[in-house]
């Protein structure tokens, strides 16, 4: 059988790359990765994004996802990287594509990716805070001591493959507890494969402390990037902005961080 | 307060349950009304998931079709599954809008939309979920008017115990006619405003007919049991669909559904005349969009959605008078944007094959489907579908000379007169598609796919008289059918056998052709945990049977028994625009297999629409084409 190519000239190729972070806020915290991939490939089209297509009989447009905070995980740092087939304006494609996006949706930053770099490589951790409302601070401080003094914390996920047993103590560089009107769980997470999210550490809470919170907890990615030495999680795409830090739209949004926290939208 | 959104409540149970983001709603194009500023407010249902739900287009018209108006208000409301359903009962949330999420039961109407019958027990789950109650007559002011619009509202009767009135027909006009009627009578109670919507016309109130049976269960006859409700209910039809260019802001959701494309309808009615058509029959006459008022909805809806594909919807659409050139003329205007086109198409011709092929020319090519319906000539004679086996073989050969190699042939079982005889000479035809597919492309990599069902007769057809064929039989021919086609080795792994079995179609049928008497089954049915009975994982032949044996419903009786021509059918008095006299001598046509005509190219016919309803076909071809879009 011989492999059959489509007639017609091959797409054009990609001329510019673009590296952009966005959220995952409020409501649309319960998409699902499929429906924000869904969702920017239409928002792209409506916005009038040149974007360069793959070649073959069922051409997609070039989107490189990095990760995906689960569903029904808010995120604040989220990237994806997109190949244009015309050079355009990163502030003027940020602000398109912002208003096209669905809101919760939000772009937070558009840099031009160098030749030669790669984003996953410098995504190695993610810092997440998880708001566990209706727990005594005592009980949650007591919990985070228990899991940090643990050496593995074996825990069991549901997964495609059939139930499978993971640790969710050796991928966690960090934990405290904050203890305001509601306990806060600060994390910082090292990327490993199968990946520990969220849940997984909760499982591991309720595993070593019986730590069961009666609401379910509402979990946010505050950034993902490098780890640094001090364990905290860098910026990814500090490389790429250019010496003026002009690139791009600026991160006027970094303040919004900690206030955005579960706030109902 | 009434309106007031219940997101808070629902928040905190969507991360225990599967696909949250179906109940949050947000999609582009959808709009929250200020609640209190509107005078008449619809909660709209389609009676299924949301995946299957949100792309309907009858709900998404009529959403925007009130919504445009001032002081009305309309949201969007969809069948909850299980896992939500049980917490929802729980943590007593009540079933919800997705739009403003509001308590259904707060809106002053609830629209269903009924395309088929199997959503009437989904209809009970969210009456029950909203916290109304489920019978008509238990209802009072404080309660929605609960009103059935779709397909299925053509045979209300099954459902009239549950909904307080039904529309026929297209609802463009009809639910701004009900929305001016409820404006005028707020204030007065739920009997006097059912009254003045039954007066006005076009709507239909079960209430407000009594039905008498005969000692040995058919009816004696259905009358208005006051004086100022008419004695028959018609159909709304609405005429100039450039008109109604609706959707205008088609929605777009996040969650991942059913369709996921953009539709425009480029016409509505199709008077081919196969007789098992309902759809074809209900929805006469013919009326075509204009070239350009499609040019005009597919340009604004692919702007609005960021859809990359566009489907040219109607109930047979390579009959447009212009599809020619309206294929190309899309087609133009949108090379290299990577948008593609796509249309049901079933016709078996070669000009279907030229169609399909524009329609690719941007986009991905897709299988080619055939719809010859019945398997033998003889029996495309008796459903009037007329195909000769060399017009499909011929098709099929220019299909896979122009490339293709996936061809898709869909039919029936259980058509009246049918012998296995009929049934078997589809393997023939699935082998003969397969030969010329070898020799024509030269290559044994070529497939055909059967697809085959259970006919299922239905009211306002000319086989509304016939008998349904029994599940057992059914299964034996498929089974017959299938031995067949696999006892030829040469060629049994080239064709796929895809079927429904015959158990299914009993159920849809006892509810298609039912009266009154079966309110109860379907309320049995739900009370013993029925619910998405579209769904094969969901759906109990034995629950169904169960509930009929214990209210007393001979099944058969409603299914495989051959009605007379006399005999007052459950929906005689709900008007389609059809003459009965004319259904039934179709119907005798039919037994003599004698074929008719498509009355939109010869003179007419005479089934009685267009003087009854005052309507007429409307068919171009009016002779514009697409100009390119200058396009930024
Ligand atoms: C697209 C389509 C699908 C899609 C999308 C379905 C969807 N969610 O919308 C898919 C592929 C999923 C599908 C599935 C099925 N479909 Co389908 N589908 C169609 C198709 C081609 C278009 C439907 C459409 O959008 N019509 C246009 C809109 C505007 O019309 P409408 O919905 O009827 O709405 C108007 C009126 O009815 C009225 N109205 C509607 N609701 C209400 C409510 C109120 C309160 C009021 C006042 C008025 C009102 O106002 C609207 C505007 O005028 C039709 C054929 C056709 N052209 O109609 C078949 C059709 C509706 N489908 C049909 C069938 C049988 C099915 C399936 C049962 C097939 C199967 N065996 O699985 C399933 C059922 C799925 C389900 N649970 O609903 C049949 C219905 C049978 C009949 N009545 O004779 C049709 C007619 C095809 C046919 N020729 O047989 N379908
Ligand atoms: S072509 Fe036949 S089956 Fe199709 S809609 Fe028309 S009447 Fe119905």
Redesign the pocket.
Known sequence: MSKRTPEGPPPPPTVQRVRIQYTKRGRLRFTSHRDIARAFERALRRAQVPMAYSAGFSPHPKISWVGAAPTGVASEAEYVEIGLAEHRDLDALARALDESLPDGIDIVEAVDAPVGTSLPDRIVASRWGIRLPGLEPSVVEAAVAAFLNAETIPVERLMKTGMRTLDARSAVVSMRAETGSCAILHLVVRHVTPAVRPDDVLSGLRTVADLVPPVPPEATRYAQGPLTETGEVGDPLAPDRSPTGAAGLTRQDADRDEAAIGTPI | MAGESVFPLLESLLPLISKPIQYVGGELNSQVKDWDSAKVR?A?M????YE???????????YEVLNEQPGVLAERTYSVWPDLAAKMRENGVPAFTVDGHRPVKDFD?L??????E??YTNMLEHLDLAGIPIHAADRDDSHPLV????????NPEPIAAFIDA??L????Q??LE?TEVLKQTKGQSRAERLHALAKAGGVYVPAFYDVDYLPDGRIQRVAPNRSDVPFRVHK?T?MDLDA?P?PKQPLVPLAE???ERM?V?IF?G?TRGCRF????M??RPVRERSITGIGEMVEAGLKASGYEEV?L???SSADHSEIGDIAKGLADRYEGTQTSLSL?STRVDAFNIDLAQELQRNGRRSGLTFAPEGGSERLRKVINKMVSKDDLVKTVTTAYGAGWRQVKLYFMCGLPTETDEDVLEIADMAREVIRVGRQVTGTRDVRCTVSI?GFVP?PHTPFQWASQLDAETTDHRLKLLRDAINSDKSTAKAIGFRY?DGKPGIVEGLL?RGDRRIGNVIEQVWRDGGIFD?WSEHFSYDRWMKAAEKQGIDVDWYTTRQREENEVLPWDHLDSGLDKEWLWADWQEALDEQELDDCRWIPCFDCGVCPQMGTEIQVGPTGVKLLPLSIV
């Not at chain 2, 389609?46 to 998931?49: F, G, M, T």
């Not at chain 2, 739900?53 to 998404?60: H, R």
């Not at chain 2, 009103?147 to 053509?154: E, P, T, V």
């Open positions: 619809w709209l389609y009676p299924d998931a299957v739900g949100l792309p309907n287009q009858g709900v998404m018209i009529l109407v629209g269903i939309s009924f395309s088929t199997l959503g009103i059935a619009g779709g397909h299925a509202a053509f039904a529309v027909g297209d609802g463009e009809a639910v009900i709304r609405t109604w609706y559904t059913v369709h539709s309808e509505r199709c058509c309902q759809a074809g209900i929805t489907g919807l109607s109930l049901p069902g239905k429904h298609s579209g």
